[in-house]
């Protein structure tokens, strides 16, 4: 199945993929389109060692819970007492307990590195920078610190009206002294590598590849808009995704998916007028840690360890949230309305990165050097 679109006459690749190339073998033309390996070979290949990370991974748990049980029946026989049952390795999360900062950090980290060494090995099979998908771009750090202090704003902006809407209450503050540097470094951190790793699995090699893959769709609709209709399309699906991938997360409920959706939308905005995964990355850290730890309130339904205040909600949850958090309460969608109609108003453009691969003679695949500045 080619999705790709015919590529033009300027492209440094027409002669390759495109009418005028020296035919190719019957092989060739299904594996291979104008941007290099068709994406759903991509996507196969991909998904497809994602898979057998999980399998193993399955395999591995299994092999470990075996053990344990063994462990405790041998215990067992020895003192003439039934053995306890073993518990699952992985079981969804008590929304009352918060959840530990260090299982959290090494999973997260893991997760990235396998990751970012898969989007790695894709990156030399498609013969394309690893900077295509989403951690290159201009001036990152200064993207990264303006997205941080978004997420800060919108989150306080809707911790203030909770407040002063009488819908959240503070009852005291956990931390004192340097015990508050500590958490807060330990969960800025963690949160740093959750919007790393949520950012790049979400909208990284995936957001990238069903864009090129989707640009014929775009170009039956209108030509001259073929890649944008092909980003939003892939924007919808990987979206979906990010609240599939929200639906284990403690407390949650239907608006609050809802609102992880738009959130989405948010992130892919940021993503399609910076051309980098940096703004996106930053604002959701800020608008996590400013969660669970600066306001000490549910984040998708879970509480963090070393929060600075315990508070609870107020009155209907449909206003305050509820068990979910801020993210549960309706008011949570005008301002990421705000942040979205603020990423529009007051965000300078960048490329997008090309779709095109490049020579391997000359392009070095491992950079993350960022593309020149300039309007989109």
């Given at each position: 199945m080619?999705?790709?679109?015919?590529?033009?006459?300027?492209?440094?690749?027409?002669?390759?993929?495109?009418?005028?190339?020296?035919?190719?073998?019957?092989?060739?033309?299904?594996?291979?389109?104008?941007?290099?390996?068709?994406?759903?070979?991509?996507?196969?290949?991909?998904?497809?060692?994602i898979a057998?990370?999980?399998?193993?991974?399955?395999?591995v748990?299994?092999?470990?819970?075996?053990?344990?049980?063994?462990?405790?029946?041998?215990?067992?026989?020895?003192?003439?007492?039934?053995?306890?049952?073993?518990?699952?390795?992985?079981?969804?999360?008590?929304?009352?307990?918060?959840?530990?900062?260090?299982?959290?950090?090494?999973?997260?980290?893991?997760?990235?590195?396998?990751?970012?060494?898969l989007?790695?090995?894709?990156?030399?099979?498609?013969h394309?920078?690893?900077?295509?998908?989403?951690?290159?771009?201009?001036?990152?750090p200064?993207?990264?610190?303006?997205?941080?202090?978004?997420?800060?704003?919108?989150?306080?902006?809707?911790?203030?009206?909770?407040?002063?809407?009488?819908?959240?209450?503070?009852?005291?503050?956990?931390?004192?002294?340097?015990?508050?540097?500590?958490?807060?470094?330990?969960?800025?951190?963690?949160f740093?590598?959750?919007?790393?790793?949520?950012?790049?699995?979400?909208?990284?090699?995936?957001?990238?590849?069903?864009?090129?893959?989707?640009?014929?769709?775009?170009?039956?609709?209108?030509?001259r808009?073929?890649?944008?209709?092909?980003?939003?399309?892939?924007?919808?699906l990987?979206?979906?995704?990010?609240?599939?991938?929200?639906?284990?997360?403690?407390?949650?409920?239907?608006?609050?998916?809802?609102?992880?959706?738009?959130?989405?939308?948010?992130?892919?905005?940021?993503?399609?007028?910076?051309?980098?995964?940096?703004?996106?990355?930053?604002?959701?850290?800020?608008?996590?840690?400013?969660?669970?730890?600066?306001?000490?309130?549910?984040?998708?339904g879970?509480?963090?360890?070393?929060?600075?205040?315990?508070?609870?909600?107020l009155?209907?949850?449909?206003?305050?949230?509820?068990?979910?958090?801020p993210?549960g309460?309706?008011?949570?969608?005008?301002?990421?309305?705000?942040?979205?109609a603020?990423?529009?108003l007051?965000?300078?453009?960048?490329?997008q990165?090309?779709?095109?691969?490049?020579?391997?003679?000359?392009?070095?695949?491992?950079?993350?050097?960022?593309?020149?500045?300039?309007?989109?």
């Amino acid at each position: 199945m080619d999705l790709n679109p015919n590529p033009s006459p300027t492209s440094p690749h027409a002669h390759k993929f495109g009418h005028d190339a020296s035919p190719q073998s019957a092989a060739h033309r299904i594996l291979y389109g104008p941007f290099g390996l068709r994406a759903g070979w991509s996507l196969l290949i991909y998904f497809g060692i994602i898979a057998l990370i999980v399998a193993l991974g399955f395999g591995v748990a299994h092999q470990v819970k075996v053990q344990r049980q063994h462990a405790a029946d041998v215990a067992a026989a020895r003192t003439g007492k039934a053995a306890p049952p073993i518990e699952p390795l992985s079981t969804k999360p008590d929304p009352s307990r918060p959840a530990p900062m260090s299982g959290m950090i090494v999973g997260e980290a893991f997760t990235f590195g396998i990751l970012f060494l898969l989007s790695w090995l894709m990156s030399v099979i498609e013969h394309r920078r690893l900077s295509a998908f989403g951690l290159g771009g201009t001036r990152s750090p200064e993207r990264f610190l303006i997205g941080a202090l978004w997420g800060l704003a919108a989150m306080g902006l809707l911790i203030l009206i909770l407040h002063a809407s009488h819908l959240l209450t503070f009852d005291s503050q956990l931390d004192h002294g340097t015990s508050i540097l500590f958490w807060g470094a330990i969960q800025l951190i963690a949160f740093f590598l959750v919007g790393l790793t949520e950012e790049y699995t979400m909208r990284g090699y995936l957001q990238f590849t069903l864009t090129r893959g989707l640009v014929s769709i775009g170009n039956r609709i209108a030509p001259r808009h073929a890649r944008a209709i092909a980003f939003w399309i892939a924007a919808f699906l990987t979206s979906a995704l990010f609240v599939f991938a929200h639906t284990h997360n403690a407390g949650e409920n239907p608006l609050g998916l809802f609102q992880v959706f738009l959130a989405g939308v948010v992130l892919v905005v940021a993503l399609w007028r910076t051309g980098s995964l940096w703004w996106a990355i930053g604002f959701h850290t800020t608008w996590d840690w400013s969660q669970s730890f600066l306001y000490g309130v549910p984040d998708s339904g879970g509480l963090m360890q070393g929060r600075l205040f315990a508070t609870h909600a107020l009155g209907p949850k449909l206003y305050s949230g509820g068990t979910v958090g801020p993210e549960g309460s309706i008011l949570c969608i005008p301002v990421l309305l705000v942040v979205i109609a603020g990423l529009f108003l007051f965000t300078p453009t960048s490329p997008q990165p090309p779709l095109e691969t490049v020579p391997t003679s000359n392009a070095n695949l491992l950079s993350i050097t960022p593309e020149p500045e300039q309007a989109n």
